[in-house]
């Protein structure tokens, strides 16, 4: 690690890296460009066993990069670019495999750029991009999307360990967009959503885009058919602006927010039934009685969610 360039080693450094890493050249030459020395290589790097700690935790059995590039006297990072391919990523437990990309590095303008990534994912797709300033004001911009992921398989996946059994299905698309600085958590925001489509939801996941997921039993005796959550977040923070859980006999719709520090959750739900009269005088007061048919609010930890009955404000109105 200390024989890394400064500026690569403050990226890495707090992922807390581990493996074995292999490097094979398989051309190196040595030019002298105005009387600086520049060195041009091509060659393949292998990682076996790699992990991640910190505070993005994952493990691979094998990552391998083809790379070629050059490096001119004086400058920090080499220019480089090279492919590479990942097998069994486990990012919280869910599997990748597999998973490609692109790297290319460019000394003049300090950055570094992981695009064309691609992943199956629970028999869907995983696609991404992160691009990193490395320099005097290191900040990065990372876009992910999921697209057709198989929510019983992926609620199931615990890898290395077997999988679990899971009532849950549907079919997930979601995309997460995320800004900050390196040197500084307190400036990362993002934002994304995620749909949950041809579904039965028996436990309902409250899905923080590829970062959380809290299974939270609610009082619902029917399965869920489809789920929209949008959301934003700041540092720590995650304000989920719209949740909707959607069946055939009710429907939970609400907001709220998780920190990703504490795992502390405060979301305020309701329920409403998506049918209604039609008598106007009557139905006014049905639809006022149908928004409000069950207020929720869920406290607690993503592990251990606590969910309570609020008093329905139709019921309290008379008496204020």
Same mark, same amino acid.
């Given at each position: ?33 105005? $009387?600086?020395?520049? *060195? ?5 790097? #292998? #990682? ?8 993005f ?8 990069v083809?790379?070629a ?7 920090s990072?080499p220019?480089v ?9 486990? @990012?919280g ?9 692109? #790297?290319?590095t ?6 570094? $750029? #992981? ?9 869907? $797709?995983?696609?991404?991009? @992160? ?8 900040n990065?911009?990372?876009d992910?999307? %999921? ?21 849950n ?12 600085? %390196? ?59 719209? &949740? ?13 927010s ?8 405060? &979301?305020?739900?309701?329920?409403e ?7 106007? &005088? ?11 048919l069950?207020?929720? *609010? &869920?406290?607690? $930890? @993503?592990a ?6 609020v ?10």
């Open positions: 690690m200390q024989a890394l360039p400064s500026p690569a080693r403050r990226f890495i450094q707090p992922l807390d890296p581990h493996g074995a890493l292999y490097l094979t050249l398989s051309s190196l030459s040595l030019t002298v460009v105005k $009387t600086k020395s520049r *060195w041009n290589f091509t060659g393949n790097l #292998i #990682i076996s066993h790699a992990t991640t700690g910190g505070w935790k994952t493990s691979a059995d094998n990552a391998a083809s790379l590039g050059r490096w001119l006297q004086g400058q990072v220019d670019v090279g492919r590479f391919s990942l097998a069994n990523l486990a @990012v437990g869910k599997l990748i495999n597999p998973l490609s990309g692109r #790297i290319i460019d000394a003049d303008s300090q950055r570094i $750029t #992981i695009d064309q990534v691609k992943g199956d994912v629970a028999g869907g $797709t995983l696609q991404g991009a @992160v691009r990193l300033n490395v320099g005097k004001n290191a990065y911009k990372a992910f999307s %999921l697209t057709k992921v198989g929510l019983g398989r992926m609620l199931s996946e615990d890898y290395p360990r077997p999988p679990q059994p899971t009532h299905s549907g079919l997930v698309d979601a995309t997460l967009h995320l800004v900050g600085k %390196l040197a500084n958590s307190a400036t990362r925001t993002g934002r994304g959503n995620l749909t949950i489509s041809k579904a039965s939801l028996f436990n309902v996941p409250l899905a923080m885009g590829l970062m959380q997921i809290a299974t939270l039993r609610l009082p619902i005796s029917r399965a869920f058919t489809h789920a929209d959550l949008k959301y934003s977040l700041h540092h720590n923070t995650v304000d989920f602006s719209n &949740i909707s859980l959607l069946s055939s006999g009710i429907n939970v719709v609400g907001g709220g998780l920190n990703i520090h504490t795992h502390k959750l405060n &979301i305020h739900m309701q329920t039934s998506p049918n209604g009269t039609r008598l106007p &005088i009557i139905g006014f007061f049905f639809g006022l009685a149908r928004a409000q069950l207020q929720i *609010w &869920i406290n607690g $930890t @993503v251990h969610p606590k969910v309570h009955a008093p329905l404000r139709l019921m309290t109105w008379p008496f204020e």
